[in-house]
């Protein structure tokens, strides 16, 4: 059974750090992305990033956003989302959850659900 559970949320200044972390359990390695998504309050769930659990080829779908750095350590079970320079903004709960993946000689991911999700973690940005 795939257990999602995410971990390092909490409150920080404006243009402070934090990393995010993601404990998977019973994923297919060669098969399975991990997305990471937030939702403000009063907005719709976005999509930040993924990663294939697989090779660890990565996806943001905005380009021009480099705040953001997914990683992954498979020998941990472990997906990490590092976010710097938070800006008030960046205030959401944020999820890691499965996600689609190719599954030619590179393992592309997308930010397509397939299922199953963390409970979040709260962060907030404030002075």
């Known amino acids: 059974q795939v257990q999602l559970v995410e971990s390092g949320g909490g409150l920080v200044q404006p243009g402070g750090s934090l990393r995010l972390s993601c404990k998977v359990s019973?994923?297919?390695?060669?098969?399975?992305?991990i997305g990471w998504f937030r939702q403000a309050p009063g907005q719709e769930r976005e999509g930040v990033s993924c990663?294939?659990?697989?090779?660890?080829?990565?996806y943001y779908p905005d380009p021009m956003e480099v705040r953001w750095t997914v990683s992954r350590d498979n020998a941990a079970n472990m997906v990490y989302l590092q976010i710097h320079n938070l800006e008030p903004e960046d205030t959401a709960v944020y999820y890691c959850a499965t996600v689609g993946a190719t599954s030619g000689r590179t393992s592309f991911c997308n930010l397509r659900p397939t299922g199953y999700w963390g409970q979040g973690t709260q962060v907030t940005v404030s002075s």
């Open positions: 019973g994923l297919t390695v060669d098969r399975d992305a």
């Open positions: 990663i294939s659990m697989r090779d660890g080829t990565t």
